[in-house]
């Protein structure tokens, strides 16, 4: 399967933006799916995750409040809703994809693919 994350942009301080993450290849419905995020001169961090029905989500306590995960599978399409930015979120976002359909992984060596990443600057 591949990943194709998209929606990132240059954004200021309290705004908003969508990203999206389209799957190709096969259907990502049997799949859980995951966004991280890597800023510059730090290690890829996980932001939130949602099982393969969208019945369970799980954030990062940076995002909690203020981001949304949610996917379409008719469309084959996993979101991210990013609201109340900060320059703390400025990173090149990822998604990822998990053959267990049930876990909310929250470390990268838990995903099975990954997207090519979208960059998110946020200026203050």
């Known amino acids: 399967v591949q990943l194709q994350a998209c929606g990132g942009g240059f954004v200021q301080a309290g705004g908003s933006l969508r990203l999206s993450c389209a799957a190709s290849?096969?259907?990502?419905?049997?799949?859980?799916m995951g966004w991280f995020r890597q800023g510059p001169g730090k290690e890829r961090e996980f932001v939130a995750a949602?099982?393969?029905?969208?019945?369970?989500?799980s954030y990062a306590n940076s995002v909690e409040a203020r981001f949304t995960v949610s996917r379409d599978n008719s469309k084959n399409t996993v979101y991210l809703q990013m609201n109340s930015l900060t320059p703390e979120d400025t990173a090149i976002y990822y998604c990822?994809?998990?053959?267990?359909?049930?876990?909310?992984?929250?470390?990268?060596?838990?995903?099975?693919?990954w997207g090519q990443g979208t960059q998110v600057t946020v200026s203050s």
């Open positions: 949602v099982t393969w029905s969208g019945g369970s989500t």
């Open positions: 290849g096969r259907s990502i419905s049997s799949y859980s």
């Open positions: 990822a994809g998990n053959h267990n359909p049930w876990m909310n992984a929250t470390t990268p060596a838990q995903y099975d693919y």
